[in-house]
């Protein structure tokens, strides 16, 4: 299967070269990689460029926007420019970060994956970080959920879905929407990418709302978002982030801010969230 993979990028000069090593040393190569520079002030355009002399399958696209990084929005804006520069006899399309490496046969075990069954819809391994000279497993999200760092989607799931939406959320209203179109989703254990840098490390303190307004986005209610938000707080190691999450959810039901679903998908979503929990108390 074709695969092709967009990066977005901003300020990643220390790490782009590590993760377009790992990519071009993969078992199936790619078919195209497009990295978009966003407005990096670093050597990060320069580096890539090095790698264009060396393998054709590599592009470049030089995007200018705020330089103010706030998680969701911009990233796949970012992504967005990439997506004009895809061809269009990709099989499978990858979105991945700019910190990352991939073990070498990451992307011929994806393609299995795909390739095993049609109703899979998307695929990703783990994320795994370094402590004290150890790499262990960045325990941030449930197994059953691929990182937004590293998401591949089949060609038809992702136009099912409507793509990936500018906002924060974007990376799990992209599963629930595979789970209300019928789409598997595959998380494969065995596949473990080293995330160079924490999660979160750059956003700023305004941020710290944008969980709880995800929350609302996704059509969650605010019983589904208390649970959420205490679990994702505790998660983390910093309890009082709960806070902040439900007066994030509150801002934005004040506001009246728009939804990433229909009703319909917001139904179906709230009813999934209730199953996922009463299997997990249950068993």
Request: proline letters at 2%; one cysteine or more.
């Amino acid at each position: 299967m074709n695969y092709q993979i967009i990066i977005p990028a901003h300020n990643e000069a220390q790490f782009i070269g590590l993760t377009l090593d790992s990519l071009v040393n993969q078992t199936v190569l790619p078919s195209k990689i497009i990295v978009v520079d966003d407005h990096s002030t670093d050597a990060t355009a320069k580096i890539v460029k090095s790698y264009l002399e060396k393998h054709a399958f590599i592009c470049l696209v030089e995007k200018k926007s705020e330089a103010i990084h706030l998680p969701g929005s911009k990233v796949i804006q970012a992504f967005h420019e990439g997506e004009k520069q895809l061809d269009v006899n990709y099989d499978i399309i990858v979105k991945a970060d700019a910190d990352l490496i991939f073990p070498s046969h990451y992307f011929e075990t994806i393609i299995q994956h795909f390739e095993a069954d049609d109703a899979v819809g998307m695929v990703g391994g783990f994320a795994y970080i370094e402590r004290n000279g150890k790499w262990i497993l960045e325990n941030l999200t449930d197994k059953d959920h691929i990182r937004g760092a590293f998401k591949a989607y089949r060609k038809n799931t992702f136009k099912e879905i409507g793509g990936l939406k500018a906002a924060m959320g974007w990376d799990t209203v992209d599963e629930l929407l595979c789970k209300y179109y019928n789409w598997k989703i595959v998380t494969d254990k065995t596949l473990h990418v080293k995330h160079l840098k924490p999660t979160g490390a750059n956003y700023n303190k305004a941020s710290r709302y944008k969980q709880g307004e995800a929350f609302y986005s996704l059509g969650y209610g605010f019983l589904i978002t208390t649970i959420a938000s205490l679990k994702l707080a505790l998660r983390k190691g910093k309890p009082f982030l709960f806070i902040d999450y439900l007066k994030g959810f509150l801002k934005a039901k004040t506001a009246k801010k728009e939804l990433l679903v229909t009703p319909d998908q917001a139904q179906f979503i709230r009813n999934y969230r209730w199953k996922k929990m009463k299997e997990k108390i249950f068993n």
